[in-house]
């Protein structure tokens, strides 16, 4: 660690290195977070745009009864293209636009942990929306609701393309919104500045890790039951059919066991935004940090505990039902927190009354009004009463406007000098202010009424005179008021960046890190990597906001990464440079989601090029072959990242690599849990006719893969050893091992006696050994790239990281097979 008298400041050699690549080309060549960030904040407000000029058109055609402005089946596509708009193309990736953006400026780092992952994530998210809105202009949208509830979904029922549409955007979003966590996960634990412990950070970061690891654990239900959705559709599975032991409240469970976390998944960072507004507009630290942190993270853990509070009128067991209307209650606690923490912060505060803390003051009022709506749907007697109309709605949008719009526009007004160097004109915010607030409640509240009053949701017209004439046209008048105000705020921003005021590094006097940067920031963030002593580092002292940094090679992009707990300096962690290769892997991934929809050639196609773009995206270049090169730096400086496992350290893409297999424990571990849900619904399991599982192969497998393990565990102690040729002869058994493991299997599939268009047992049978399959399939492909590594020299003693992430993926290719074993194989067998 040295002081920046003692070492001068290489300014034009980070330009170089960090400089953005030039033409269209370079732009989808981009990696940097800041432009990743912006990509997703304006993509996500564009798709905003769209969703709310279709409320727009239902309002028109709701805003008398029996009107014709609208057919019902332009109005089922326009208002299931609005919620899946708002909730999988806005909500959560705006808000991880915004994390992406800030949160390394907020921690003092110079990138992400993966920047060339998180192009890949906005590809998939971009790709997601066009395919979306292109499905729309050409009629043949998802019409099915943005739930897509069973059987109404099932092909028999809806044999048009929208639905098929709708699981593929879903999980082109979801694949989006998982590399994003993971990006934010690990940039927050092993990025942080130097003194930035995690009781230091930011209650915006906070806000971000909670959300992140709640991304994890949610995302991969609703990717499951998409997928299965599709094969129920177009390779007639029978998961969702009740004549052949399906179940459509299988659907229910999967989807609202990601669906009602995602609205704390869209509501966290906003609280964490409303900590970061509070916080420079009141002139003071936010009341009650570590109380707000308990809280974030007990909504993280509380919110999985209520999916079925969507589902009290499906005629589940009562008892059942009040543990979940209990939990819904209780999650008030934890939200109410963030309430009385932005009250007691307001009242002890030093105002400064601009257009950011008037959209705080908006977000306390309304959704209080929210939340006390929430609970009272919590109480089953009301919402049996109430469910599937328009109060829900109305609940829903207070909710999450309230609760997650309103300062999601605090925050951009709030952070918009930073990203553009301008700032917003204060007179035309406060109009936009008024107008978006009062046609906000103009609109959504007479739906309560009305909800009360009957109407029911999803309806495209009305009689006259049953009460909801009025109500109606009320809120279709305040939607247009609302629409005024959001272009009152496209006005501004434009005026503003083509002639606004300058402002500055620090317009707002604000206490934290991504203030100390330029406005806009340089491409590498920070000159010195800076190291911090409190929560409010720009707040502290001028003797202890002494400038430390610490040194990175000048060959390449690097910066520091720190430990999980106290962020001490352990090593420096290289990043990679611009590139198109996680363009066209988005494309690839496009490729095969959309081949389940027309031909196995396509998906044999979109497989090829996926495998192709990874081994590219991996594949090392003459540099990185260089140890000399790869260990380069300041005399004294910390190690690298790549040598970390040789010094006792976990580099930061092992713990990616932890996360990518916690994803994949949790989409098997659902697909499991929806082979039990089903067998609880069947009187006799497997259903009469179909043969109980012959043991003998899947037996031989078994061993098979638990013996893989030998070889595998003995190529990782050769290579730390430096025994090359160990390695490589260890990994080729593996591969072998492997491949009579695949053999097997499909010998196996041959021979079975029924296909998965039976029943749903068969179905559920070929999906969990099917995806079992593909991933150990997967585990050799890898493997066999990385013997082709250690033939050409790649691994010794102190490069060695990669072959043990290797290996993490391979035991839990084994580890997850047991489970599945015994579920599948074993307990039919002894039963």
Partial sequence: MATPSSIQHPTEQLRRLWQAPAGVIGWFAAVNHKDIGRRYLVTGFVYFLLAGTAALLMRIQLMFPENNFLNPDQYNQLFSTHGTAMMFLFAVPIMQGVGLYFVPLMIGTRDVAFPRMNA????????????????????????????????????????????????????????????????????????????????????????????????????????????????????????????????????????????????????????????????????????????????????????????????????????????????????????????????????????????????????????????????????????????DTYFVVAHFHYVLIGGAVFPLLAGFYYWFPKISGKMLDERLGKWNFWLTFIGFHVTFFPMHISGLRGMPRRVYTYLAGVGWDELNLLSSIGAFILAIGLLLLMINVMRSLRAGEPAGDNPWQAGTLEWATTSPPQRYNFEPLPAVHSRQPLWDRPADREAHFFETYLGRRETLGTTMVDAKPEMRVPLPGNSLVPLFTAIAVFIILLSTLYSLTLFVTGCALLFLTLTIWHWPTAKERDMEWVKAGPEGALPVSTVARSLGLHPPYFHGAILLI??????????????????????????????????????????????????????????????????????????????????????????????????????????????????????????????????????????????????????????????????LFLVPYLL
């Fill in 120 to 387: 890949f994530g906005y590809y998939l998210f971009l790709i997601a929306g066009l395919v979306l809105w292109f499905s729309l202009f050409v009629g043949i949208a998802p019409d099915g609701g943005w739930t897509a509830y069973t059987p109404m979904t099932e092909s028999r029922y809806i044999p048009q393309r929208g639905i098929d549409i709708y699981s593929v955007v879903v999980t082109l979003t979801e694949i989006a919104a998982l590399v994003a966590a993971i990006e934010l996960i690990v940039t927050i634990l092993r990025f942080r500045a130097p003194g930035m412990s995690l009781n230091r950070m930011p209650l915006f970061v906070w806000a971000m890790l909670v959300t992140s690891f709640m991304v994890i654990f949610a995302m991969p239900s609703v990717m499951v039951g998409s997928t299965i959705l599709t094969l129920d559709r177009t390779i007639s599975t029978q998961f969702f059919n009740s004549d052949k032991g399906g179940d459509p409240l299988l659907w229910q469970h999967l989807f609202w066991f990601f669906g009602h976390p995602e609205v704390y998944i869209i509501f966290l960072p906003a609280l964490g935004i409303t900590s970061e507004v509070l916080a420079a507009f009141a002139r003071r630290p936010v009341v009650g940090y570590p109380f707000l942190v308990l809280a974030f993270t007990a909504i993280g853990v509380v919110s999985f505990a209520l999916w079925v509070h969507h589902m009290f009128v499906t005629g589940l067991p009562t008892l059942g039902l009040s543990f979940f209307s209990a939990t819904s209650s209780m999650i008030a606690i934890p939200s109410g927190i963030q309430i009385f923490s932005s009250l007691a912060t307001l009242w002890h505060g030093k105002l400064n009354f601009k257009t950011p803390l008037l959209y705080i003051f908006a977000f306390i009022f309304t959704f209080v009004m929210g939340g006390i709506t929430g609970v009272m749907v919590a109480s089953l007697p009301l919402d049996w009463q109430v469910h």
């Fill in 662 to 823: 916690v994803i994949e424990a949790v989409e098997f571990t659902v697909l499991l849990v929806a082979y039990y849900y089903l067998r609880a619904g069947s009187g006799v399991w497997p259903p009469p006719g179909i043969a109980v599982p012959d043991l003998r192969l899947p037996t031989i497998g078994l061993i098979l893969l638990l013996a893989s393990y030998v070889p595998n565990h003995l190529a990782d102690k050769a290579i730390q050893k430096g025994d090359e040729k160990t390695m490589r002869r260890c990994y080729v058994i593996t591969i072998i091992m492997g491949l009579l493991f695949l053999a097997i299997q499909l010998v196996y599939y041959i021979n079975l006696p029924y296909t998965w268009q039976i029943n749903a047992y068969t179905s559920i049978f070929w999906a969990l050994t099917g995806l079992h399959f593909l991933f150990v399939l997967a585990d050799v492909l890898d493997t066999v790239i990385l013997t082709i590594w250690a033939y050409q020299g790649y691994f010794n003693a102190e490069r060695n990281s990669a072959e043990h992430v290797d290996g993490l993926g391979w035991y839990f290719g084994i580890a997850i097979y047991i489970p599945i074993y015994i579920t």
